[in-house]
């Protein structure tokens, strides 16, 4: 059995439930049984030197210090253990101090450790009144030798130098090893204090993390519901408003055009709840790629095809060029990329202009390049280009409408299939955009 195993056996277990209650009743089990063992060495002295009552009151010590230590066994107030502990021990020294001759006594310095043993194991508080005491008891022992009262010495005064010689040092040593014990207990506190500071500094900092995602999460929800709210009113109110119109409609050429409309409508209105929901997919972790090799000309093609609708709207033509090549990707996601990247190119580009797909092979990689004739990117808005919810200085030049989340999706598919987007400023007239992805 370790020290500490055995300190923690003289300690009731209610004291576990507070950090501070067993850091003192530790100590003050370590000082009871040093001080017992201590005393037990002063039995063997008071044989040495034929002092009969030294050895009862130091045979005393020994029992009493080891039943106060077995008292914090039990629910026994601690502050009343200590004060006790320090009792005992204090009344020993004054008694053996006025049978040993008073102020002439080896034992009495040994007062100086009645308020220094309870300022340790007691408090603050106590170790005043304690000194205040002992100071008052010096102070009688002095006036006793001032009255010329002669105080009685029951050792072996033929051994006086040896009595002094073998009693002093030892007050210097019990303080000094008690002292060594709170210094001891005091320190793996301050560690044990410092560990604990440390863990809730990293709490800290990871509840301020998450505080600060959430925060983002929330301005992200709130962001989501604005776009709903605005972006899909007109839409929505649009589609009320040609319905009620088509009820009092007869003309089948007009019905026809205005369930266009409707149709128009409701493909925007559509298209941004998909959006959204794309992105709160991807933030949620829950896209699952299926990769498969794919000839990147025909995948272009169905987007083009998907695209051709709203290209037609515009008179704005749309073409491919380059060679067929191989990707390893999920087919779903390189669709989606490339629909937006034209139905973006599409949305700022002007009536009767065209849209470029072009195709090129590199080192280990396939190069899409989408190209259109519209207004581009000022130089100062390109690091908000792939930025959730950016809208930017140019706005659609068909009454599209834009809710900020187009690229930011692109690049969240872009970078889980393995590939790579950028915005080329160097390109032809209007904007371009560059999708790199790993050859098959």
Known sequence: MNLARLVDFFIHPSYHEDDLALRKARLFVRAALLTSLFS???????????????????????????????????????????N??????????????????????????????????????????????????SFLIMVWFGWLELQGTQLPVLYNTDLKAEWFVSVLPGLLLIILVISAVFESVQTNALRNLQKQNDQL?????????????LEELIDDKDHIIRILAHDL?????????????????????????????????????????????????????????????????????????????????????????????????????????LENLISNALKFSPKGTKVEVEMTAGEGK??????????????????????????????PTGEESSSGLGLSLVKRYVEEVGGEIRYDREGAKGATFVLELPTA
């Open 40 to 82: 037990n060495s002063y039995i063997w002295f008071s044989l040495l030197f034929e002092y009969q009552l030294g050895v009862y009151l130091m045979i005393f010590n020994v029992v009493g210090f080891l039943v106060l230590a077995l008292l914090v066994k039990t629910k026994v107030n601690l502050l009343l253990i200590t």
């Open 201 to 213: 500094e990293s709490q800290k900092e990871t509840i301020a993390e998450q505080s600060k995602k």
């Open 84 to 133: 006790l502990y320090v009792l005992v021990g204090g009344a020993a020294v004054v008694i053996l101090t006025y049978f040993s001759g008073g102020i002439w006594s080896a034992v009495y310095p040994w007062i100086i450790s009645i308020p220094v043993l309870a300022l340790l194991v007691v408090n603050r508080g106590y170790g005043i009144a304690w000194g205040i005491l």
């Open 366 to 395: 396939v190069i899409v390049k989408v190209m259109d004739e519209g207004p581009g990117i000022k130089p100062e808005e390109e690091g908000q280009l792939f930025e959730k919810f950016s809208k930017l200085s140019a706005r």
């Open 233 to 337: 009113k007109n839409p929505l109110a649009n589609i009320t408003t040609i319905s009620n119109i088509l009820k009092e409609e007869r003309d089948i050429d007009e019905q026809k055009k205005f369930i266009s409309m409707i149709e128009k409508v409701s493909a925007q209105a559509q298209g941004l709840v998909n959006s959204v929901l794309n992105m709160a997919t991807l933030e949620q972790g829950a896209i699952r790629i299926k990769p498969e090799i794919l000839d990147v000309k025909k995948v272009v093609n169905e987007a083009i095809e998907s695209m051709s609708e709203q290209a037609r709207q515009k008179d704005i033509k749309i073409s491919i060029s380059g060679a067929s090549t191989t990707v390893n990707t999920d087919h779903t996601y390189l669709l989606l990329i």
